[in-house]
Nanobody, 121 residues
Framework: QVQLVESGGGLVQAGGSLRLSCAASGGAFSGMGWFRQAPGKEREFVAAINWGAGSTQYPDSVKGRFTIFRSTAKNTLYLQMNSLKPEDTASYFC????????????????WGQGTQVTVSS
């Protein structure tokens, strides 16, 4: 049974940093990613990684500020978030897919429960 368990969200001031974690179990994944969703908005791509090769992809909105990486030994995905802005405020979701990788939200099969990130100005 696949399970993705997220942690690390919280309240932080603008310019601060947070690290999100996603502990994965019950599956072997080709790609993993982070997505976020603010109230009343569509789910937005944040970062993706090819689990095997370690290749990464980011949208311009977070490029240079966020870093996605994984621990293969711990089967854990991370999102390091630096220079946070109020517009980063959202629920952040860990996701996994068994084939391929990338920014396309529709092809991610498994999802975590979400963790709230709130950035104050």
């Amino acid at each position: 049974q696949v399970q993705l368990v997220e942690s690390g969200g919280g309240l932080v001031q603008a310019g601060g940093s947070l690290r999100l974690s996603c502990a994965a179990s019950g599956g072997a994944f080709s790609g993993m990613g982070w997505f976020r969703q603010a109230p009343g908005k569509e789910r937005e791509f944040v970062a993706a990684i090819n689990w095997g090769a370690g290749s990464t992809q980011y949208p311009d909105s977070v490029k240079g500020r966020f870093t996605i990486f994984r621990s293969t030994a711990k089967n854990t995905l991370y999102l390091q978030m630096n220079s946070l802005k109020p517009e980063d405020t959202a629920s952040y979701f860990c996701a996994a897919r068994i084939t391929g990788w990338g920014a396309d939200v529709q092809n991610y099969r498994y999802w975590g429960q979400g963790t709230q990130v709130t950035v104050s100005s």
